[in-house]
């Protein structure tokens, strides 16, 4: 039994082979502009196909970086990346692989790899948010990924946390996204994120509204603990304990909701393990 995980992420995309709940192959590749959505289908069916000549999979699994209408199983459209809206990633893959195909919006499913088999483990009700080229969030709960009415829950990127602040790409203002994430900390301070982390006075600003965003995920959810992945939660104790004193010091004076926010334990394969479940799911529903 072999079953193949995708995320496919802002920058790159990485897959991996699972054989007895091991992951036993892994492969990431820098995303092509240029090439776009076309470029990476094709790479994608390449790696597949060498690794199925093993073993045919069973079942894919795979997290988008985008918007993805879950009951469609549709991309509804990559932020970064050219020439996914509207696209059957799904049905491609089934074609190429022969196997059953659940997909789901990346941040979605790190909430599932991180709340199985990493930082989240019983921690119900889970909230995994992505920190990296973009924000995403994804919320566990007793009875699996939570996604509202249209698959849009969980989207925490584009809530307004300073009104008049920057504009965003998506046209609004001051967005979560637009003050916290990777790629604007570098547009907006010359330096990339991973150097800027290790700045105290910066880190101490930067915190103020990182933790604007998480009040709202812990007034709305009281979740049981909120698990950081993608590349900024790697600066560890540098942030996560200036992170925690803000979120105490904002948090509504009455409120008794735990302040649990640690980084993934998965490192960068939050979404490969979730994937790797979804996978599991595919196979569950082609029985
Ligand atoms: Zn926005």
């Known amino acids: 039994m072999s079953l193949l995980a ?44 060498d ?3 093993r073993a045919p999979f069973t079942a894919i699994g795979v997290g988008f ?51 199985l088999h990493g930082a989240g483990l019983d921690q119900r009700p889970l909230f995994y948010m992505t920190l990296s080229t973009g924000i995403g969030g994804g919320i566990l ?26 504009e965003c790409l998506c046209g609004s203002n001051g967005c979560f996204e637009r003050m916290c994430c990777g790629l604007w900390l570098e547009q907006d301070h010359g330096r990339p994120a991973h150097e800027l982390l290790t700045d105290p006075v910066f880190v101490e600003r930067y915190v103020i509204d990182l933790a604007r965003g998480l009040k709202a995920v812990i007034m709305l959810l009281n979740p049981a603990r909120i698990v950081i992945g993608g590349g900024i939660s790697k600066a560890g104790d540098a942030l996560f304990i200036p992170l925690r004193a803000e979120l105490r010091r904002q948090i509504t004076s009455w409120s ?30 082609s029985q």
Request: proline content about 4%.
């Open 141 to 166: 709960t007793e009875n699996g990924v939570l996604r509202g009415a249209d698959s849009y829950a969980g989207e925490l990127g584009h809530i307004n946390i300073r009104p008049g602040g920057p």
């Open 51 to 53: 690794w199925a000549e």
């Open 65 to 115: 970086g985008g918007p993805v209408d879950y009951a469609a199983q549709q991309v509804v459209l990559s932020t970064h990346v050219g020439g996914w809206d509207g696209f059957d990633l799904p049905g491609f893959l089934r074609e190429a692989f022969q196997a059953p195909v659940l997909m789901d919006n990346d941040a979605n499913v790190g909430a599932l790899g991180e709340g």
């Open 6 to 49: 995708i995320d496919i992420g802002g920058t790159k995309f990485t897959m991996a082979l699972f054989e007895r709940g091991e992951m036993v192959r892994r492969e990431s590749r820098a995303t092509d502009r240029e090439g776009g959505r076309e470029w990476m289908v094709e790479r994608i069916r390449e790696i597949g196909l």
């Open 256 to 285: 008794r909701a735990r302040i649990d926010v640690v980084p993934a334990a998965l490192g960068d394969d939050s979404v490969l393990w979730g994937a790797y479940e979804l996978a599991r799911q595919a196979q569950g529903d």
